[in-house]
């Protein structure tokens, strides 16, 4: 089994925190719904007689895709590729893209999981973030959306976000309660350097959070969310009645996935591959079947590392029998006194197996990781 992503990247306009790759020129976006077709032709034995568990049409904002061009790729994918019944499809949506019409299409195609990038429902945020959306039309979207079928939902929230507050954060999530969204992917404001953010920063017209801030509406969002019922199942992700994302959950027990589009990546569980991050390039050498992607051999210390950068932040927490079949690095012995030493500082517990965080070691976990890593 395994799971198939396709990157479409175009957006209508940039996000001020953005560092994705996408492109705001729409005009070559048929040649490149042409290319990705023709590189799931190119790639269907890539993992031949195995399952598709999952799909996800990620960006960029997959829901620019017209229908036809929406039912090619899926189409593509149905006919060369054997497609569990039961698969996960999940499209990435921005509320204003959401219409009747759209989920309609969305139905006819298969895609049966939504991913609606709200952010918060604040406009003055919304417009500080460059956001081409309002709340009113974030509201109208879940609504729409649950109104036509939709049950497995998830919306992407931001919290530590420059121009919010705690009273906002709190808003957002009530909101999302009283909407009755299943699963929220809830990330901490990340200031990346090539973004109209991180110029500000340089020129001093934009603060940098202070980590107090950050730990303050980390520990708000938890303690809400988990007072209404929903579970923390990875340290961004949050669901109820188990609604996890099975193609995310997929990448971080790592299972193979076939990554489809420029700038999306492969993995077979020895071996990553990765396509250029340049649109009008990916088309010229996708169609003309020339390489558009890199590739490298994970040495063992490699896989080591990603096993435990992936699984320490879900609630299964690190198979240490699991990762020593992979890697042939043993977690337990390896790093024995780094482990005492947060096991006494309450920042992990391990059972005879598994290694996990605790709630404090969850406010630090890259950290963590960093002191566990070969």
Same mark, same amino acid.
């Given at each position: 089994m395994f799971g198939i992503y396709i990157h479409i990247p175009f957006c209508r306009q940039a996000c001020h925190y953005c560092d994705f790759h996408f492109s705001t020129n729409l005009s070559n976006? +048929? %040649?490149?719904?042409? $290319?990705?077709?023709?590189?799931l032709n190119q790639k269907k034995d890539f993992y031949f007689g195995k399952t598709v568990e999952t799909i996800y049409l =990620?960006?960029?904002?997959?829901s620019l895709l017209s229908e036809i061009e929406l039912a090619s790729i899926l189409e593509t994918i149905y006919k060369e590729y054997k497609v569990n019944p039961e698969a996960e499809i999940t499209i990435e949506c921005n509320p204003e893209d959401i #219409?009747?019409?759209k989920?309609?299409?969305?139905?006819?195609? =298969?895609?049966?999981?939504? #991913?609606?990038?709200i952010q918060t429902f604040n406009d003055k945020v919304l417009h500080f973030l460059n956001r081409s959306h309002s709340s009113?039309? $974030?509201?109208?979207?879940?609504?729409?959306?649950?109104?036509?079928?939709?049950?497995?939902? +998830?919306? !992407?929230?931001?919290?530590?976000?420059?121009?919010? &507050?705690?009273?906002?954060?709190?808003?957002d999530l009530d909101k999302i309660i009283l909407l009755g969204i299943p699963h929220i992917s809830a990330y901490c404001f990340t200031l990346e350097e090539k973004t109209v953010f991180g110029k500000m920063v340089k020129q001093n017209k934009l603060l940098? *959070?202070?980590?107090?801030?950050?730990? #303050?509406?980390?520990? *708000?969002?938890?303690?809400?969310?988990?007072? /209404?019922?929903?579970?923390?199942?990875?340290?961004?992700?949050?669901?109820? /009645? @188990?609604?996890?994302?099975?193609? &995310?959950?997929?990448?971080?027990?790592g299972r193979p996935y076939l990554g489809i589009g420029p700038g999306a990546h492969t993995f077979n569980g020895s @071996?990553?591959?990765?396509?250029?991050?340049? *649109? $009008?390039?990916?088309?010229?050498? +996708?169609?003309? *079947? @020339? &390489?558009?992607?890199?590739?490298e051999t994970l040495s063992k210390s490699d896989i080591y590392n990603e096993g435990l950068l992936t699984q320490l932040r879900t609630?299964?927490?690190?198979?240490?029998?699991?990762?020593?079949?992979? #890697? %042939?690095? !043993?977690?337990?012995s390896e790093k024995q006194k780094e482990i005492e030493k947060l096991i006494i500082n309450n920042m992990v517990y391990k059972t005879d197996s598994h290694l996990f965080l605790t709630e404090k070691g969850k406010l630090l976990a890259d950290g963590i990781v960093v002191d566990l890593m070969i």
């Open positions: 976006k +048929t %040649e490149m719904v042409k $290319a990705i077709v023709h590189e =990620g960006g960029g904002t997959p #219409s009747f019409k989920l309609s299409y969305f139905k006819k195609s =298969g895609v049966n999981r939504l #991913s609606i990038g009113q039309q $974030a509201d109208l979207a879940v609504k729409l959306s649950q109104d036509l079928g939709f049950d497995n939902i +998830t919306v !992407d929230i931001m919290y530590a976000l420059p121009g919010s &507050n705690l009273d906002i954060l709190q808003t940098k *959070n202070e980590d107090s801030i950050e730990q #303050s509406h980390y520990e *708000n969002l938890h303690k809400h969310l988990s007072s /209404n019922g929903y579970e923390q199942y990875e340290i961004s992700n949050f669901a109820r /009645n @188990e609604k996890y994302s099975r193609h &995310n959950s997929a990448y971080w027990f @071996e990553r591959q990765w396509n250029i991050s340049n *649109n $009008a390039l990916y088309i010229q050498k +996708t169609m003309v *079947n @020339e &390489n558009a992607f890199e590739i609630k299964w927490g690190v198979n240490a029998k699991s990762l020593l079949q992979q #890697s %042939e690095i !043993d977690l337990f």
